[in-house]
């Protein structure tokens, strides 16, 4: 249609000030068959799209002849008029044109998750700022499209659902900015975030609140959104506890019990749900070494769950590697004494080296071991037996198992009733330990994971199919899986090209059968910084549907709906960076990740997230420490490619200095 101009003076909500600006409109229809999320295609929706230029710019006509009329609008008390009067402030002050996007939903329903637009708007090129204006569980208002001129803002605003602030970039009008945008909502939001039905409240106890909001705030988030309440069960002293703090919104309640992992953890944990003054739905946590006092837990007090026993073979490492078909490659020890006797007999003088030692409970590839000969095989199942022998429920077992060559992955994957309805591959990049040289002193820390995967679509799809096999195997039915496994006999490689490691297919053919060699099954979604990098690339959140699994088979429709990825996915390539401890001391300059962007600030527009773990005052162990913890870690963006994405990694790696006292 032809836009509509006009000079608007706008009188601003809660106040008797006027704003004038100039004003361009134009309506973009959005048309499905589908209104609601029983389909797989997203809902019927249009969007407003107004160009908005201080008033004392000329760049509105743009070559027209035609003088703009001159409206007065007194904004509603809502909060479109709101964001919009914002805005507009913002456009004023800042003396340049922009784009205001407001959303309007042609049917009634409820939004899967109230802030789905600000979710899956994330790192969207040109978005400066995003508003939802549903609460959670709310009913969605509807309105039939319509061409709105300036004059008739009014008779629409209350029943926007949201809206954004766009950039007009210098080489493109508003018309081009409005149908760039229109690319990026196809994409984004072709997945059915309206539900049909109304959303009832819900209710979780979570069990062990992480150690600080910078590594949970998403998942927190996530839980209000989907309209779930959250009563925490941790130990006293911890930093959600105060019913006045700074942080107390993101729980309903929290109960103050012992949640170290003995002999009366789940008896605890059954107990405070019991005692809790209002129902609960579900009990969930994403701590490895609670998972399965947690699904006992859940088993006692008639929950949605997962068998305890399939917690127990995952965060077993010994019973995962005997569950497989090759398991017969593998050795398993209840303790370090069984060696000798195993050393001393045939199995010992079939020992293949290089051989890989771990502890059968562990995470963090922590006291992880490649070992050449008989001797270093001796010490390293010393020092895995050792590595959790006195904790709360001491754990002694040992796994040795071949040292397997070929890219490793981490392989996240969604199954709901045994079906696959997600997953993503991530390459994870060669570590110390898988040096040809390296001794048994060589860790396996991460140094770099990148998304997506370069692997060939055909051991993508190997991937997938023998990692479901597997989390059947051991129990489970659903659930959100982060795995850790090789392909062996990979057509791929890791080769350095320009000073930039990455993976190529080889040059030789493809001589030996490929195959997926397991090493772990973790029954929880990966870890925070992996959790937020699949977000923001791909637009799936774990947290929120490990969330709505531990409700129960009422979410099966919310669940289906939030496991789309952006129809154009991924939005980026990217690196997760881990800046390991090389040196040990007492951590001297305060904050050496927001040092590096003082110095170099064209990088953070590419760093869409990170953290430094280790800050001023800490002490770092260096690299022999009893704990794998990293110094800081940076998800590094480029829309250009993998190879521009590798390359600002290593920047940073190489940029990153800091003092130790």
Not at 311 to 328: F, P
Not at 403 to 420: F, R, S, T
Not at 450 to 463: A, F, G, T, W, Y
Not at 467 to 483: A, D, E, K, Y
Request: glycine share 6%; hydrophobic share 40%; net charge negative.
């Amino acid at each position: 249609m032809a836009r509509q101009s006009a000079v608007l003076s706008v009188c601003l909500p809660n106040t008797d000030d006027f704003l004038q600006v100039n004003i361009d409109t134009r309506s973009t229809e959005f048309p499905n068959d589908a209104c609601h999320a029983e389909s797989d295609t997203w809902p019927h929706y249009w969007v407003l799209d107004m160009a908005i230029w201080p008033a004392w710019s000329n760049a509105l006509n743009n070559g027209g002849d035609k003088t703009p009329s001159t409206l007065k609008l007194d904004l509603p008390n809502c909060a479109s008029s709101l964001f919009l009067s914002n805005c507009m402030t913002t456009i004023a002050e800042a003396r340049n044109p922009k784009l205001i996007r407001l959303i309007f939903s042609c049917a009634r329903g409820y939004l899967v998750r109230n802030d789905f637009l600000l979710q899956r708007l994330e790192c969207c090129a040109g978005v400066e700022r995003v508003e939802t204006f549903i609460a959670p569980r709310n009913t969605v208002p509807h309105v039939a499209f319509r061409h709105v001129d300036p004059g008739q803002l009014n008779e629409v605003l209350s029943y926007a659902i949201g809206g954004l602030l766009g950039q007009i970039l210098e080489v493109e009008d508003w018309e081009a900015a409005s149908f760039r945008l229109n690319g990026e909502f196809k994409s984004r939001f072709s997945f059915p975030w309206l539900h049909i039905d109304p959303i009832p409240h819900r209710r979780i106890a979570w069990v062990q609140g992480r150690e600080n909001i910078g590594v949970s705030r998403r998942a927190y988030e996530a839980a209000r959104a989907l309209g779930v309440s959250i009563v925490m069960i941790e130990n006293a002293g911890h930093w959600l506890e105060a019913d006045h703090g700074p942080y107390a919104h993101l729980r309903e309640a929290f109960i103050p019990v012992s949640i170290e992992v003995d002999g009366g953890f789940t008896q605890r944990i059954v107990d405070a749900v019991r005692s809790y003054k209002y129902p609960v739905d579900g009990l969930m946590t994403i701590s490895d070494v609670r998972l399965p006092g947690v699904a006992k837990a859940c088993e006692i007090l008639d929950l949605p769950t997962s068998p305890c026993t399939a917690y127990q073979n995952a965060g077993d490492k010994a019973k995962t590697r005997m569950l497989e078909d090759d398991a017969s490659e593998s050795l398993t020890l209840s303790s370090a004494a069984e060696l000798s006797s195993l050393l001393g007999g045939e199995r010992g003088q079939q020992l293949v080296f290089p051989l890989v030692v771990k502890p059968s409970l562990g995470w963090n590839s922590d006291c992880v071991s490649k070992v050449s000969d008989q001797k270093e095989l001796v010490e390293a199942v010393r020092r895995a037996s050792e590595r959790h022998a006195y904790a709360a429920s001491p754990s002694v077992g040992v796994v040795i198992e071949p040292y397997v060559e070929g890219p490793e992955v981490d392989a996240n994957i969604v199954l709901l009733d045994g079906q696959m309805v997600y997953f993503d591959i991530e390459d994870d990049f060669p570590t110390k330990g898988d040096a040809p040289d390296a001794g048994m002193d060589a860790n396996f820390q991460e140094t770099q994971v990148v998304l997506p995967s370069k692997l060939p679509p055909d051991e993508i799809h190997l991937l997938c199919e023998s990692l479901r096999s597997s989390i059947l195997r051991q129990g489970f039915t659903s659930g959100v899986f982060h795995c850790e496994a090789r392909v062996r006999n990979s057509c791929m490689h890791y080769t350095d090209r320009d000073g930039i490691l990455d993976m190529e297919k080889k040059k030789e053919g493809q001589a030996k059968e490929r195959s997926i060699y397991l090493h772990e099954i973790n029954a929880r979604p990966p870890g925070y910084l992996e959790s937020v990098a699949v977000m923001l690339t791909h637009g799936v959140d774990y947290y929120a549907l490990r969330i709505l699994l531990c409700l129960g088979s009422n979410e099966r429709r919310r669940i289906h709906a939030l496991s789309k990825p952006f129809r154009d996915s991924p939005q980026f390539h990217l690196c997760i960076l881990i800046i390991p401890q090389t040196r040990a001391g007492v951590m001297k300059t305060e904050d050496a990740g927001a040092d590096l962007f003082r110095c170099h600030p064209e990088l953070r527009q590419h760093v869409p997230d990170y953290d430094t773990y280790l800050k001023g005052g800490e002490i770092l162990e260096g690299p022999s420490a009893r704990s794998l913890w990293w110094i800081a870690n940076f998800s590094v963006t480029s829309r250009i490619g993998r190879l521009e994405c590798l390359r600002r990694a290593q920047f940073i790696q190489k940029n990153f200095v800091y003092e130790l006292e």
